[in-house]
């Protein structure tokens, strides 16, 4: 999508926050896929977790995108850019509780990782104080649920 508005937001700041932001886009409907397709003795319970995860989710998504619209920046805003931004990758027919669950283990370990680094490089090189603040939350929400979700495969 084509931006016309001349940005003053540090560019290293837009593209912290527009990776997040499509990241949590496909998470959300990643979520969405696993909550309507889940099946077998774990259902009520999935059924239930995923929902909650994909409502999460989209205010992470809304927080994201109304910070960087804060500083000045454009939030990515379609599915196209979404793709094309993600290091998270879309639901690939998981079908069993098992692989959904590690397949999103491996999401948010990949998003608490970049989180970190993302946390560092906002402090250190864009001077970025207040998102890296907000990014620490989000990790650690992030890192909660990934602890959840492994004791319930243990």
Do not use: C
Not at 124 to 129: E, F, L, V
């Amino acid at each position: 999508m084509a931006r016309t508005k001349t940005q003053s937001v540090n560019p290293k700041t837009a593209e912290i926050l527009n990776r997040h932001v499509a990241n949590w886009n496909v998470l959300f409907v990643k979520l969405h896929n696993y909550h309507w397709f889940i099946k077998g003795p774990h259902f009520f319970t999935l059924h239930e977790k995923f929902e909650e995860l994909y409502n999460e989710a989209a205010g992470h998504i809304d927080e994201l995108a109304e910070r960087l619209l804060a500083v000045k920046g454009e939030p990515a805003a379609t599915m196209k850019e979404f793709l094309n931004i993600a290091t998270i990758e879309e639901a690939k027919g998981e079908t069993t509780a098992d692989e959904m669950l590690n397949t999103l283990i491996a999401d948010f370990e990949k998003v608490a990782k970049e989180l970190d680094d993302d946390v560092e490089t906002l402090e250190d090189d864009a001077g970025d104080a207040a998102t890296a603040d907000m990014l620490i939350a989000l990790r650690q929400s992030v890192e909660k649920h990934n602890w959840m979700l492994r004791s319930y495969l243990a």
